[in-house]
């Protein structure tokens, strides 16, 4: 069997998609420390998270155009640049405003990442060779996911500041994939207006506003009680350190890289509907088990979870809408699916917020569960094999 992960073109990849995840992932452990040294309440701690991500919100359609039109290095290398410069000029921060401004920026450059990585694996691979490069990167999202709090966990016992050397790495990274990425780039044809009318006419079928859906779905759930009050809770409730919140996390994204890893001989087997269906019920038993947890350990069950959850949703999704979409319109595809995980990341924080203020932690961990039965009746009633 091809060993994929050994292709040099799929290893930069896996550091686009490190990078994607490293301005939310690597400041998690440090979020209950910046509430006291900041001087803000856990209501607006979200807000961090926010100006990161409503970037991607704002620029995700014309980063997939950019990417069709112009290439995807053309826009992926200087994204690398400016999420490496800003991020790490956001541990000078001195108070919340600045530290919003810096992330904002930070948040642009990131804007390409999330978008491009799957583009590009889409681009290089076909069939069952594209669904396992998929997987193979969601367990690489994974490790990112789980190394990144528990370094940023070592870290911020230092200060909440020290996370943010981290967004260094995105700088030689970009040198890296300038000089030795190679893969296919799109060949424009037509004119903008017959690009823009063809990306339309394949994104408004149900199937695939159905997956739009289920990213949306995913990361309100992802950056709603998971990534913003969960170490809140872990911290309130049980007094754990960063260090330890960095560990809790190390553990969800250890099982969403196994389940991750194996979603090539999963969805052979059973299907990619099927995967999408099981990932709602995880993510059902994450939401009901979490907030009544009565002791640290207790969490462990249901964060497994969530992680498993994560493993077969994500790559899944983005797996179904790389096959859909030709390669001239990938781009588009791929920043509309960003435009919707952004979209979450950004209201996430604040609509969860607005639970938190009504109904305490109970209250988020239901408006996850609401996410998380929306995921399973799109995968039963809309999503099609």
Known sequence: MRRLYLDKNLQLVFGVTLMAILGVSSIIPALPDMITGLGISPVHIGLVISAFT????????LVGILADRLGRKAVLVPG????????FACFFAENIEQLLVLRFCQGIGASPLGVLYGTIIGDLYQGRDRGRAMGYNASVLSMGTAG???????LAMLGWQYPFILPLLAIPLGL????RLDAPEPKSS?????????????????????????TLMTFMVLYGPIITYLPILLSHKFQASPLMI????????????????????LAERFGQRRLLMASALFYMLSMVLTPDAPGLWHVIPPVICFGLGQGL??????????????????????????????????LAPLLMGGLYALYGMTG??????????????????????
């Open 313 to 346: 949703n994500i790559p899944t999704v983005m797996t179904m809408l790389a096959g859909i979409a030709p390669m001239e319109q990938r781009g588009a595809f791929m920043a509309a699916n960003g435009l919707l995980l952004r979209l979450a990341q950004t």
């Open 54 to 61: 409503l970037p991607g919100a704002l620029f995700a359609p």
């Open 148 to 154: 990144f709090p528990a370094i940023g966990g070592v």
């Open 80 to 87: 690398l640049f400016i999420f490496g410069v800003f991020g």
């Open 364 to 385: 988020v961990f239901l408006g996850g569960l609401a996410c998380a039965v929306s995921i399973l009746l799109l995968a039963i009633f809309l999503v099609q094999e």
């Open 176 to 179: 890296t994939v300038l000089a």
């Open 246 to 265: 960095g560990l809790i996390f190390l553990i969800a994204s250890g099982f969403s890289g196994i389940a991750s890893f194996l979603l090539g001989p």
């Open 190 to 214: 037509g004119s903008f207006g017959e690009y823009l009318a063809g990306a339309w006419v394949r994104i408004k079928t149900r199937q695939v506003l159905a997956l739009f859906a289920t």
